[in-house]
């Protein structure tokens, strides 16, 4: 096959090289592999910049500058004891993680996350298999991303009330009204984007946006932008909005019971999340990728920009009470929502 | 009995506002002391003269200073403690006390318990007003026991005063320090008092009275226990450990019949070895003396690692097979007990020799007297102001009938006679109205009857009695040059105040006198001149009121000891003369109440401390390990008639006795339970252990266990033999006696106890003795070394008995002497 | 100092600033206006610029917080109170102790226990000294009440070892003779204090 370069964007969907189940199992493999060490690498880079805002030097002795604390923790999430409760529901304690990671991980399949590209002829076997950016290119790729994130919803809360702790129980129950709630924020602020687009595939939006940071969504609709970025940290559960196991009041709400590699899919959950979430907000608000010269490297700096602005506000912001939580989504963030998608329609009918 | 005893009588004084009772006669201080008043005093020790060395305990009585521990009350004295002028004083002393003295508190035994550091803050002396150059004062070891840190004397004088008016040894006195003179600046501006005591300190310190760097003494270390300050200490004891560190444990000292209240003072070993370890042992100098067994023989406990129980089993089939069980009376009035509870369920026959001959005596006299006990215990004895010594090497056999004797020549302005057929220089030198009779050997009934001659009422006598003594009258002329006493009065500067005195003398002055003499064939006897102790006798006799006499264990292994103990009743009967006996082992008394003793032992044989087929000892050399005494709980009986508690200072973690009684005839859980099932009708109580106190009052009362009852009973005719002079012994002659310090195994295993096992000799005799000598008893001998006792006088050599391995006691039989062939090797 | 000083001994000079707190709003339009304000007001990113400030103060302006124990030590307090240090005199080398046994009295975790014994030169002389540093608990009394200065508080505060014996016996403690010159003089707990002279009376001497 020919490697193909791309000018036009219009022809860019019709030059496509038809898409094996192989390379879309090789992508799979890929996302899996490369989005979970993402995510073991973004606890190192949690650690130091938030170590670094608190002028500490965070993780220093494995590895030069720390770097090898991810295999340190990974060896030692993996060689703990898996432990069960005894008057925990066994099944769905032990399904629960899955839930959380699976989800997340499925969620990427119809994100965008790499340029696409063919493996070299002279490799055996996959020789040649043409591996697309996206798993699984749906047009309706937002919908399913965020119904999927929905779906995560499951995880901690069937681990919370399978483990048959009271901090688990409370953690569950924040999952609940927390994801469900802000589920509508998520949807209603990206609707606006949406009815501009007027499509559901992230090629679109991408598409849409090309041209150069003028024809940014995120101009066109600042309000839907901050809007998402709001309920994203919600969704994601992280400061301010980390209520589901916050330390100070339920120990580890969801996790408390969780240990080992059960805590690490979790873990491993959240932060494929964080990254989706990243990707979404750069996608559709920032311009997405470019597939010309250095359009690579920029589509990851917005992915970093959005992961870095997490950690920031982590160790900048003190989180939120529940019930501020709740009086920000469906007195604040909903009404405001609601009145930005109504006032898209109307400028779009004008 | 009450014609004898001088009433007390009870006056009242009022110090500081307060009306006290106090004894008529008694020293201001010791009144104050005894109503819980305090008044400063260092130097001054009761029951010794006082020094004025000190002069600390100045008080205005009726407006005149005077020193509280040398002026009497009165009835209705009124005393000031504190006034301007005394307090100016006192602080002035105490400023001159602490004048040199070195800043080494951190370092010094003493460690906080010291009076110096007392006196100077309880009169708040915060700075020195005085200085002088001080002198060089060397350290030195006086003897195996002494240390003496001159440096840090301060000249109370209170170890010469003990030694001298208690102990009678005098080894130690004030010598010249060699200081510089006082400023003569100081003479006008020191308060009076102040500057005669510094005037006095500054030229003295303490030696040797000997001259030499040695003491010449029974190493009591009773001098290191009145030692106010860290200048006299044990010399195993010198900075081995603070005061603060040490438990005290009361105990009753276990080596002697004079059963004297101690404290083991114990902490752990060392930083490596916590086991616990006496370190010393104290007392309550003020009301007790020891002797140098009771201080230094302290570490004679029994370590064992556990219960042996193979051993423990072996005993009691031992105990199931055996006729007799031998003991000796170093053992508590419960183990007593139990052996006489043995004796009756079991049938065994128990064997004691010297608390068996103790025993027959003092039934022999009971049946005379018509009561159980001696009359007077030591204490009385001890307050009177004539006293007599019978039977008994008072240097040897009991540390408190010795001190007591010359306590009495110190401090009544007593006399004494001492009656005993080994010579001994230390009696003499007690006091000056003291008569010494070497006598033969089986003479003791001549003395007995001689004591009768001099103080019984003959009208109270039986006619044969008194016929027999006057059969020893005789009448002669003779022309004597008497000594008459003149006085002469004479004006004297003294050397300490510079004050001048009028002294009234008596100058000796010879005149010749023809007179009659009756001549009394007893004295004669006794092997002294007839007149001349006619005249010293009359002399002694002046300004006395109460008599006293010690009765020895000679008396009691002698062949005529019932008629002994029969004399001795007469005495009492028809005399003002009052007896108190010495038992012969710490616990004879006891073991003679207690048990049922018999003579011979026969056929498979337990002992307790002793020779036999099976021993249990408390040694730790026997068959099965017993508790020593400072490990066991139990009750002693004293020659003060009293039973006295002894407590555990250290851990013994084997069997006892009352374990053997568990398994033979069953017992009460602890050995001290016991203690009230002692014979009632033998004069014990039935007090628990427990209740028992062990301390002494403010005023000196003892108030130590219980007393035990004088039970009286019906008392016989009393129809006494004359004196048999068969039974007198001539040649060479061995005495069973043990040096000072020396007792029982117990004081010979104790490691600051040196004197040795062997034959104790006057030096020349020693000498002609050579190194080493065999003893040929007649049939049995021992080997044994010849010791050279300076004390010692005359030919009669001493054989100890305090090894009971080698058993001396079946050596000599039923008498404390024998004549024996004694060849060199 | 009376009682009411003693209460208000912390009151002074403060520089305390009281917070303009308004009032919670009553009315939904006060309300609504105060979540206006407080959303538009840049609060919010001032905290984010002040994290933002320290991240790059500390990574590229040298303030930088962290001390790398156990690779870097910080300096300590000479009133730190850690491992007990026996001194010497300088001049002679002799060990300062004397034995008195104070510090083995005061010690209220009964830790320290010391064998003294008279030696050749007449002296007190200490054969063994302990301190069990599992017992413990580092209160400084021994130092203070020590009147030779000789048991003080010295810097080692790593007292994490396979024994406890390690460092708890006298030569451990005391000051090896040939640092002797780079013993330092504690000024802690129960040292002279700067003004001792003047509290000193003269006592007369006639020399």
Same mark, same amino acid.
């Given at each position: 096959?020919?490697?193909?370069?791309?000018?036009?964007?219009?022809?860019?969907?019709?030059?496509?090289?038809?898409?094996?189940?192989?390379?879309?199992?090789?992508?799979?493999?890929?996302?899996?592999?490369?989005?979970?060490?993402?995510?073991?690498?973004?606890?190192?880079?949690?650690?130091?910049?938030?170590?670094?805002?608190?002028?500490?030097?965070?993780?220093?002795?494995?590895?030069?500058?720390?770097?090898?604390?991810?295999?340190?923790?990974?060896?030692?999430?993996?060689?703990?004891?898996?432990?069960?409760?005894?008057?925990? *529901?066994?099944?769905?304690?032990?399904?629960?993680?899955?839930?959380?990671?699976?989800?997340?991980?499925?969620? $990427?399949?119809?994100?965008?996350?790499?340029?696409?590209?063919?493996?070299?002829?002279?490799?055996?076997?996959?020789?040649?298999?043409?591996?697309?950016?996206?798993?699984?290119?749906?047009?309706?790729? @937002?919908?399913?991303?965020?119904?999927?994130?929905?779906?995560? $919803?499951?995880?901690?809360?069937?681990?919370?009330?399978?483990?048959?702790?009271?901090?688990? @129980?409370?953690?569950?129950?924040? /999952?609940?009204?927390?994801?469900?709630?802000?589920?509508?924020?998520?949807?209603?602020?990206?609707?606006?984007?949406?009815?501009?687009?007027?499509?559901?595939?992230?090629?679109?939006?991408?598409?849409?946006?090309?041209?150069?940071?003028?024809?940014?969504?995120?101009?066109?609709?600042?309000?839907?932008?901050?809007?998402?970025?709001?309920?994203?940290?919600?969704?994601?559960?992280?400061?301010?909005?980390?209520?589901?196991?916050?330390?100070?009041?339920?120990?580890?709400?969801?996790? /408390?019971?969780?240990?080992?590699?059960?805590?690490?899919?979790?873990?491993?959950?959240?932060?494929?999340?964080?990254?989706?979430?990243?990707?979404?907000?750069?996608?559709?608000?920032?311009?997405?990728?470019?597939?010309?010269?250095?359009?690579?490297?920029?589509?990851?700096?917005?992915?970093?920009?959005?992961?870095?602005?997490?950690?920031?506000?982590?160790?900048?912001?003190?989180?939120?009470?529940?019930?501020?939580?709740?009086?920000?989504?469906?007195?604040?963030?909903?009404?405001?929502?609601?009145?930005?998608?109504?006032?898209?329609?109307?400028?779009?009918?004008? | 009995?009450?014609?004898?005893?001088?009433?007390?009588?009870?006056?009242?004084?009022?110090?500081?506002?307060?009306?006290?009772?106090?004894?008529?006669?008694?020293?201001?201080?010791?009144?104050?002391?005894?109503?819980?008043?305090?008044?400063?005093?260092?130097?001054?020790?009761?029951?010794?003269?006082?020094?004025?060395?000190?002069?600390?305990?100045?008080?205005?009585?009726?407006?005149?200073?005077?020193?509280?521990?040398?002026?009497?009350?009165?009835?209705?004295?009124?005393?000031?403690?504190?006034?301007?002028?005394?307090?100016?004083?006192?602080?002035?002393?105490?400023?001159?006390?602490?004048?040199?003295?070195?800043?080494?508190?951190?370092?010094?035994?003493?460690?906080?318990?010291?009076? $110096?550091?007392?006196?100077?803050?309880?009169?708040?002396?915060?700075?020195?007003?005085?200085?002088?150059?001080?002198?060089?004062?060397?350290?030195?070891?006086?003897?195996?026991?002494?240390?003496?840190?001159?440096?840090?004397?301060?000249?109370?004088?209170?170890?010469?005063?003990?030694?001298?008016?208690?102990?009678?040894?005098?080894?130690?006195?004030?010598?010249?320090?060699?200081?510089?003179?006082?400023?003569?600046?100081?003479?006008?501006?020191?308060?009076?008092?102040?500057?005669?005591?510094?005037?006095?300190?500054?030229?003295?310190?303490?030696?040797?009275?000997?001259?030499?760097?040695?003491?010449?003494?029974?190493?009591?270390?009773?001098?290191?226990?009145?030692?106010?300050?860290?200048?006299?200490?044990?010399?195993?004891?010198?900075?081995?450990?603070?005061?603060?560190?040490?438990?005290?444990?009361?105990?009753?000292?276990?080596?002697?019949?004079?059963?004297?209240?101690?404290?083991?003072?114990?902490?752990?070993?060392?930083?490596?070895?916590?086991?616990?370890?006496?370190?010393?042992?104290?007392?309550?100098?003020?009301?007790?003396?020891?002797?140098?067994?009771?201080?230094?023989?302290?570490?004679?406990?029994?370590?064992?690692?556990?219960?042996?129980?193979?051993?423990?089993?072996?005993?009691?089939?031992?105990?199931?097979?055996?006729?007799?069980?031998?003991?000796?009376?170093?053992?508590?009035?419960?183990?007593?007990?139990?052996?006489?509870?043995?004796?009756?369920?079991?049938?065994?026959?128990?064997?004691?020799?010297?608390?068996?001959?103790?025993?027959?005596?003092?039934?022999?006299?009971?049946?005379?007297?018509?009561?159980?006990?001696?009359?007077?215990?030591?204490?009385?004895?001890?307050?009177?102001?004539?006293?007599?010594?019978?039977?008994?090497?008072?240097?040897?056999?009991?540390?408190?009938?010795?001190?007591?004797?010359?306590?009495?020549?110190?401090?009544?302005?007593?006399?004494?006679?001492?009656?005993?057929?080994?010579?001994?220089?230390?009696?003499?030198?007690?006091?000056?109205?003291?008569?010494?009779?070497?006598?033969?050997?089986?003479?003791?009934?001549?003395?007995?009857?001689?004591?009768?001659?001099?103080?019984?009422?003959?009208?109270? $006598?039986?006619?044969?009695?008194?016929?027999?003594?006057?059969?020893?009258?005789?009448?002669?002329?003779?022309?004597?040059?008497?000594?008459?006493?003149?006085?002469?009065?004479?004006?004297?500067?003294?050397?300490?105040?510079?004050?001048?005195?009028?002294?009234?003398?008596?100058?000796?002055?010879?005149?010749?006198?023809?007179?009659?003499?009756?001549? *009394?064939?007893?004295?004669?006897?006794?092997?002294?001149?007839?007149?001349?102790?006619?005249?010293?006798?009359?002399?002694?006799?002046?300004?006395?009121?109460?008599?006293?006499? @010690?009765?020895?264990?000679?008396?009691?292994?002698?062949?005529?000891?019932?008629?002994?103990?029969?004399?001795?009743?007469?005495?009492?009967?028809?005399?003002?003369?009052?007896?108190?006996?010495?038992?012969?082992?710490?616990?004879?008394?006891?073991?003679?109440?207690?048990?049922?003793?018999?003579?011979?032992?026969?056929?498979?044989?337990?002992?307790?401390?002793?020779?036999?087929?099976?021993?249990?000892?408390?040694?730790?050399?026997?068959?099965?390990?017993?508790?020593?005494?400072?490990?066991?709980?139990?009750?002693?009986?004293?020659?003060?008639?009293?039973?006295?508690?002894?407590?555990?200072?250290?851990?013994?973690?084997?069997?006892?006795?009352?374990?053997?009684?568990?398994?033979?005839?069953?017992?009460?859980?602890?050995?001290?339970?016991?203690?009230?099932?002692?014979?009632?009708?033998?004069?014990?109580?039935?007090?628990?252990?427990?209740?028992?106190?062990?301390?002494?009052?403010?005023?000196?009362?003892?108030?130590?266990?219980?007393?035990?009852?004088?039970?009286?009973?019906?008392?016989?005719?009393?129809?006494?033999?004359?004196?048999?002079?068969?039974?007198?012994?001539?040649?060479?002659?061995?005495?069973?006696?043990?040096?000072?310090?020396?007792?029982?195994?117990?004081?010979?295993?104790?490691?600051?106890?040196?004197?040795?096992?062997?034959?104790?000799?006057?030096?020349?005799?020693?000498?002609?003795?050579?190194?080493?000598?065999?003893?040929?008893?007649?049939?049995?001998?021992?080997?044994?070394?010849?010791?050279?006792?300076?004390?010692?006088?005359?030919?009669?050599?001493?054989?100890?008995?305090?090894?009971?391995?080698?058993?001396?006691?079946?050596?000599?039989?039923?008498?404390?002497?024998?004549?024996?062939?004694?060849?060199?090797? | 100092?009376?009682?009411?000083?003693?209460?208000?001994?912390?009151?002074?000079?403060?520089?305390?600033?009281?917070?303009?707190?308004?009032?919670?709003?009553?009315?939904?339009?006060?309300?609504?206006?105060?979540?206006?304000?407080?959303?538009?007001?840049?609060?919010?990113?001032?905290?984010?610029?002040?994290?933002?400030?320290?991240?790059?103060?500390?990574?590229?302006?040298?303030?930088?917080?962290?001390?790398?124990?156990?690779?870097?030590?910080?300096?300590?307090?000479?009133?730190?109170?850690?491992?007990?240090?026996?001194?010497?005199?300088?001049?002679?080398?002799?060990?300062?102790?004397?034995?008195?046994?104070?510090?083995?009295?005061?010690?209220?975790?009964?830790?320290?226990?010391?064998?003294?014994?008279?030696?050749?030169?007449?002296?007190?002389?200490?054969?063994?000294?302990?301190?069990?540093?599992?017992?413990?608990?580092?209160?400084?009394?021994?130092?203070?009440?020590?009147?030779?200065?000789?048991?003080?508080?010295?810097?080692?505060?790593?007292?994490?070892?396979?024994?406890?014996?390690?460092?708890?016996?006298?030569?451990?403690?005391?000051?090896?003779?040939?640092?002797?010159?780079?013993?330092?003089?504690?000024?802690?707990?129960?040292?002279?204090?700067?003004?001792?002279?003047?509290?000193?009376?003269?006592?007369?001497?006639?020399?």
């Amino acid at each position: 096959m020919e490697v193909v370069s791309y000018r036009n964007v219009e022809t860019f969907v019709q030059h496509i090289p038809e898409v094996t189940a192989l390379g879309v199992w090789i992508k799979a493999i890929i996302i899996l592999a490369v989005i979970s060490a993402i995510a073991g690498f973004g606890t190192y880079v949690e650690r130091k910049v938030l170590a670094f805002m608190q002028r500490r030097l965070g993780p220093m002795h494995v590895g030069p500058y720390g770097l090898l604390q991810i295999i340190a923790d990974g060896i030692k999430l993996f060689t703990k004891e898996d432990i069960v409760p005894q008057n925990a *529901n066994r099944f769905i304690f032990m399904v629960a993680p899955v839930i959380t990671a699976a989800t997340a991980f499925i969620a $990427l399949a119809a994100v965008p996350v790499f340029p696409d590209f063919t493996i070299p002829e002279w490799i055996p076997v996959i020789g040649g298999t043409f591996v697309p950016s996206i798993a699984s290119d749906l047009n309706v790729g @937002i919908l399913f991303v965020l119904g999927m994130m929905a779906a995560g $919803l499951y995880g901690p809360l069937l681990a919370g009330m399978a483990q048959a702790n009271k901090w688990g @129980i409370i953690g569950a129950a924040r /999952t609940a009204i927390q994801f469900l709630s802000y589920e509508v924020v998520t949807g209603l602020s990206i609707l606006a984007p949406i009815m501009i687009v007027g499509s559901l595939s992230f090629v679109d939006f991408n598409a849409a946006q090309a041209g150069g940071v003028a024809n940014w969504l995120v101009w066109k609709q600042p309000v839907a932008f901050i809007l998402f970025l709001i309920a994203g940290f919600a969704e994601t559960n992280r400061t301010p909005f980390d209520l589901l196991e916050h330390e100070a009041e339920v120990v580890s709400g969801y996790a /408390t019971e969780y240990s080992g590699m059960r805590w690490g899919m979790f873990f491993i959950g959240e932060y494929a999340n964080m990254i989706t979430i990243s990707v979404i907000a750069a996608i559709v608000f920032l311009g997405g990728y470019s597939t010309e010269g250095l359009g690579w490297l920029w589509i990851m700096l917005k992915i970093a920009f959005f992961f870095f602005l997490m950690l920031w506000v982590r160790a900048a912001w003190p989180h939120v009470r529940p019930d501020q939580l709740m009086w920000l989504c469906w007195k604040v963030l909903m009404p405001i929502a609601v009145i930005n998608v109504v006032i898209t329609g109307i400028v779009m009918m004008v | 009995m009450s014609e004898v005893k001088t009433v007390e009588n009870m006056v009242s004084i009022t110090i500081d506002g307060t009306t006290y009772q106090a004894k008529e006669g008694e020293y201001i201080l010791n009144a104050a002391r005894a109503n819980d008043v305090f008044i400063p005093a260092i130097c001054y020790l009761t029951r010794c003269s006082p020094t004025l060395a000190c002069r600390l305990c100045l008080v205005e009585a009726d407006g005149k200073q005077v020193y509280a521990c040398n002026a009497k009350v009165k009835d209705g004295m009124e005393i000031t403690v504190d006034t301007p002028n005394i307090l100016e004083e006192r602080r002035a002393i105490m400023e001159v006390y602490d004048v040199n003295h070195p800043l080494q508190c951190g370092v010094c035994d003493k460690s906080g318990e010291c009076e $110096l550091q007392n006196y100077t803050l309880e009169l708040a002396v915060d700075s020195q007003s005085y200085a002088i150059p001080d002198t060089k004062r060397e350290v030195k070891d006086w003897s195996t026991v002494l240390h003496y840190d001159a440096g840090l004397c301060i000249v109370c004088e209170r170890c010469t005063t003990v030694c001298k008016d208690m102990i009678g040894d005098a080894a130690i006195s004030t010598t010249k320090r060699g200081g510089e003179p006082l400023d003569k600046a100081y003479k006008e501006t020191m308060p009076k008092d102040a500057y005669a005591m510094w005037n006095k300190l500054q030229k003295s310190i303490i030696a040797p009275s000997n001259g030499t760097d040695y003491t010449n003494c029974s190493d009591c270390g009773e001098c290191t226990a009145v030692c106010p300050v860290g200048a006299l200490t044990g010399r195993d004891f010198v900075y081995t450990s603070n005061a603060w560190e040490l438990e005290r444990v009361p105990a009753t000292c276990a080596h002697c019949s004079s059963g004297c209240q101690i404290y083991y003072e114990k902490k752990h070993t060392s930083v490596f070895d916590r086991s616990e370890k006496i370190y010393r042992v104290t007392n309550e100098w003020n009301y007790v003396s020891l002797c140098g067994a009771g201080r230094y023989g302290y570490d004679f406990e029994n370590r064992v690692e556990g219960k042996d129980e193979a051993a423990f089993n072996a005993a009691v089939e031992a105990f199931k097979k055996a006729e007799t069980i031998r003991f000796n009376s170093v053992i508590t009035n419960e183990e007593a007990l139990m052996l006489q509870t043995l004796k009756e369920k079991m049938g065994f026959k128990l064997v004691n020799p010297d608390a068996r001959a103790f025993q027959k005596f003092l039934g022999a006299y009971a049946k005379a007297a018509g009561q159980s006990l001696y009359s007077y215990d030591f204490k009385e004895v001890m307050v009177t102001d004539f006293v007599i010594s019978v039977g008994a090497s008072l240097r040897n056999d009991n540390p408190n009938a010795r001190y007591a004797f010359n306590n009495i020549q110190k401090m009544n302005k007593g006399a004494g006679l001492y009656f005993h057929p080994v010579g001994d220089n230390l009696v003499p030198t007690f006091g000056k109205n003291i008569e010494v009779f070497t006598h033969k050997v089986g003479l003791e009934e001549a003395a007995l009857y001689l004591v009768l001659d001099l103080f019984a009422d003959k009208e109270k $006598l039986p006619e044969d009695v008194k016929s027999y003594l006057e059969s020893f009258k005789s009448t002669t002329t003779k022309t004597v040059k008497e000594k008459v006493m003149k006085e002469v009065t004479e004006t004297v500067i003294d050397e300490e105040t510079g004050e001048e005195k009028q002294v009234t003398k008596k100058v000796p002055e010879m005149v010749e006198k023809e007179i009659t003499i009756e001549k *009394n064939g007893l004295v004669e006897l006794l092997g002294k001149e007839s007149d001349a102790f006619d005249a010293a006798f009359e002399k002694m006799m002046k300004k006395k009121e109460s008599f006293s006499m @010690i009765v020895g264990e000679d008396l009691y292994f002698h062949d005529r000891a019932e008629n002994i103990a029969k004399l001795i009743a007469l005495i009492e009967q028809t005399s003002p003369v009052r007896v108190a006996m010495i038992p012969p082992k710490t616990n004879s008394l006891g073991v003679a109440l207690i048990c049922d003793l018999d003579d011979e032992a026969t056929g498979y044989t337990v002992g307790y401390n002793e020779n036999g087929d099976f021993r249990l000892s408390a040694l730790g050399d026997g068959d099965l390990d017993m508790p020593a005494m400072n490990q066991q709980e139990g009750t002693l009986t004293n020659m003060h008639k009293r039973v006295t508690p002894t407590n555990a200072a250290l851990e013994y973690n084997g069997y006892e006795l009352n374990d053997l009684m568990k398994v033979l005839v069953g017992a009460p859980e602890l050995t001290v339970d016991w203690t009230e099932k002692l014979p009632v009708e033998k004069g014990f109580r039935t007090a628990k252990f427990d209740d028992l106190p062990n301390g002494y009052l403010n005023d000196g009362t003892e108030n130590r266990g219980y007393a035990l009852e004088n039970i009286t009973c019906e008392a016989e005719a009393i129809a006494v033999e004359k004196i048999d002079e068969n039974g007198v012994l001539e040649g060479e002659i061995v005495y069973r006696c043990n040096p000072q310090r020396q007792f029982n195994d117990f004081t010979d295993k104790a490691h600051e106890i040196f004197e040795g096992f062997g034959l104790y000799a006057a030096p020349e005799k020693a000498k002609a003795l050579g190194e080493k000598v065999e003893i040929d008893f007649g049939g049995k001998s021992i080997t044994v070394d010849v010791i050279e006792d300076e004390r010692m006088e005359g030919d009669i050599t001493a054989l100890a008995d305090f090894k009971s391995e080698a058993d001396v006691y079946s050596l000599f039989g039923p008498s404390r002497y024998r004549k024996v062939t004694i060849r060199k090797v | 100092m009376g009682l009411e000083q003693f209460k208000n001994r912390n009151v002074g000079q403060q520089e305390y600033v009281l917070l303009d707190l308004e009032h919670t709003p009553q009315t939904p339009m006060g309300k609504f206006k105060q979540v206006v304000k407080r959303t538009f007001k840049p609060e919010l990113f001032v905290g984010l610029g002040v994290t933002m400030r320290e991240m790059i103060n500390a990574l590229f302006k040298g303030q930088m917080h962290t001390i790398k124990y156990p690779f870097e030590k910080l300096p300590i307090s000479p009133r730190y109170r850690a491992i007990h240090e026996m001194l010497r005199l300088l001049e002679s080398g002799h060990y300062r102790c004397i034995g008195c046994g104070l510090c083995e009295k005061i010690c209220i975790s009964n830790c320290i226990t010391m064998d003294t014994r008279y030696d050749e030169n007449q002296r007190k002389e200490v054969s063994e000294y302990t301190i069990n540093f599992g017992r413990c608990i580092f209160c400084g009394y021994c130092a203070e009440v020590c009147p030779e200065l000789a048991i003080v508080h010295g810097p080692r505060y790593e007292t994490a070892s396979e024994q406890r014996a390690s460092f708890s016996l006298f030569e451990d403690m005391l000051t090896p003779i040939d640092k002797l010159n780079l013993q330092q003089e504690y000024d802690g707990f129960g040292a002279v204090t700067p003004n001792a002279d003047e509290n000193i009376k003269k006592t007369p001497l006639a020399y």
